[in-house]
């Protein structure tokens, strides 16, 4: 979009001088070896039509929701930014519907399903930093320039890193280096504050539309958190962390538009409130539990009716838990969203098939959808437990793990939605199903999250957790029909040492640990990744892409 160029002098040019389809290969051969591989990811994709049921909203409700479709543009003109660069320069090169649809999917030349392999001819490997950092900075240049007088904004969640005239690292803050989108979204957010009905939701869209325009979001944090009965919500702006693979600095612009579910909600209301007890639970020594978050969290279920940047690029997500910021986490809790429509599509279309052709026969039918939301749930439940400061006061756990505090935080929260399940079921406090459902639905839920690849930080967490359980024993792999079937009592001690083990490296803010773990147990083994290559030959996508917007919504 021109949008984007004009913001060039800003931003820099694309980050390398890549060559796409149209511009190398040699030989008719290379062109038809490389249009069949572009297909083949694309089918790793099924499409699902986002929608919800939108009986319970009012005419004002719906004027909101028309609003915010007006900021999800440019969110993703962002996104393409700092995942990539010039979105249009790209797209204009590539040849081919399928390749162009897998750009758009990807935001960029490189597969978020294959450990970030380019799919473009000619295209190098992704820059670790994207297109936050210049790419020709090296870690010591940044090292160097943070540390020097007046550098702390080279470290800021919302700031690009470019070069100055004069060839230094300068920082420029988003709201400067955006600052078309970041208007465009702050007027569509302001129109539907003035739209909104509930109190709370027409104060926090206010305080989010400032936000953008100056990058102090800390304010709009807390009104989110203190919004109650509102049915429309919205998640916007630069949240997570995880485009930035160099330093885990950066944080990537992203929105969701969610509808609420309230009989659903209803029913998981009463979790937020044993947070303390579970806590003080924790399968670790005292010094890494106690940190108390804030008791004013909250737990819904949502159907998204629209992703945008970051949370639609590659692997879509199924729950939100939010806000990151660490002050505003202890001072006022997080709200946990369960995206339902979302993870129902992926439990019929793609989990259940999984547990068809990868679990024990006699297994599958503790595969449930129950299981399945309750595991994903307590993952952003999970977010909540365990430390956020080291326990020498030094540091965030965040800033101490670097680019390792992502991977460390998901894989954190997997174990730990676990322990929590098992917790609650042993105390009466959840009443449906089993402990086997539970267990046997996580099991098959890896096989179905390492498929999205181990170079994100859920994939590292993902591969840690297969390779750890498997080491432990709580699961086996039956050679001669090439299924797995869980121990359910060596699964719960695994269950508890991965625990502790990573809310010790947390705690202790030991980096050279959480390397050391990712670098021994993140990888997908060969073996594993023979047994995923099963599932694509029986056709079983890897994740789910939407048709979403206005016309899908309302018709027309």
């Not at 504050?193 to 709009?220: C, I, M, N, V, W």
């Not at 729950?319 to 599509?345: F, S």
């Not at 869980?486 to 269950?495: I, L, N, S, T």
Request: aromatic share 8%.
């Amino acid at each position: 979009m021109s949008k984007m160029r004009l913001q060039h002098t800003i931003l820099g040019a694309a980050l390398l001088p890549w060559l796409v389809a149209g511009c190398g290969g040699n030989d008719a051969g290379e062109s038809s070896s490389m249009d069949g591989n572009v297909q083949e990811l694309l089918n790793q994709y099924t499409t699902v039509r986002l929608s919800a049921d939108l009986s319970a909203l009012s005419d004002a409700d719906r004027t909101v929701v028309r609003h915010l479709l007006g900021a999800m543009d440019a969110m993703d003109d962002v996104y393409w930014q700092q995942a990539y660069g010039d979105r249009d320069a790209l797209l204009d090169r590539v040849e081919g519907e399928a390749a162009r649809r897998l750009v758009e999917i990807n935001y960029g030349p490189w597969d978020r399903l294959g450990g970030d392999a380019p799919f473009i001819e000619g295209v190098g490997a992704k820059p670790a930093g994207a297109n936050l950092y210049p790419a020709d900075m090296t870690t010591d240049e940044f090292e160097a320039a943070a540390a020097a007088d007046g550098g702390e904004a080279l470290r800021s969640l919302y700031t690009l890193v470019r070069r100055a005239d004069d060839g230094s690292l300068t920082a420029v803050p988003y709201h400067e280096a955006f600052a078309e989108q970041h208007r465009t979204a702050a007027e569509a957010l302001r129109r539907a504050s003035e739209a909104a009905e509930e109190p709370g939701l027409k104060s926090f869209l206010s305080l989010r539309a400032d936000a953008l325009l100056t990058d102090e979001y800390q304010a709009s944090d807390m009104a989110w958190l203190d919004m109650k009965d509102n049915i429309v919500d919205v998640v916007i702006g630069p949240i997570e962390t995880y485009e930035d693979l160099l330093f885990g600095y950066k944080a990537a612009h992203e929105a969701y538009i969610l509808i609420k579910d309230q009989a659903w909600s209803e029913r998981l209301s009463r979790f937020a409130s044993l947070l303390p007890e579970l806590q003080r639970g924790l399968p670790v020594p005292e010094v890494y539990k106690r940190e108390m978050a804030g008791s004013d969290s909250d737990l819904n279920a949502y159907d998204v009716v629209y992703y945008a940047g970051q949370a639609n690029a590659g692997p879509k997500t199924i729950a939100i838990n939010l806000p990151n910021d660490e002050e505003v986490q202890l001072a006022k809790g997080t709200r946990r969203l369960q995206l339902k429509n979302t993870m129902r599509a992926k439990f019929d279309r793609i989990l259940v098939p999984i547990a068809g052709e990868l679990i024990a026969e006699d297994q599958r039918s503790h595969v449930t959808f129950d299981a399945f939301f309750a595991n994903t749930m307590f993952h952003e439940v999970a977010h909540g437990l365990g430390i956020k400061n080291t326990i020498d006061g030094t540091s965030t756990v965040r800033g101490a793990l670097l680019e390792t505090a992502s991977s460390m935080e998901e894989g954190k929260a997997d174990v730990l939605g676990l322990y929590m399940v098992t917790s609650l079921l042993e105390s009466g406090e959840i009443t449906e199903g089993t402990l086997e459902d539970y267990y046997v639905t996580f099991i098959a839920s890896i096989f179905r999250s390492v498929r999205f690849g181990a170079t994100s930080a859920h994939g590292r967490a993902n591969m840690v957790r297969f390779n750890y359980f498997q080491e432990r024993g709580a699961f086996t792999r039956d050679d001669a029909t090439g299924t797995y079937r869980v121990d359910f009592e060596a699964m719960r001690e695994a269950m508890n040492a991965l625990s502790e083990l990573i809310l010790t490296l947390q705690g202790d803010g030991d980096h050279d640990g959480a390397v050391a773990l990712l670098a021994e147990k993140g990888m997908v083994v060969p073996a594993l990744q023979a047994d995923l290559d099963r599932l694509g030959s029986a056709g079983i996508p890897v994740d789910i892409i939407f048709e979403q917007g206005e016309s899908v919504l309302f018709g027309g």
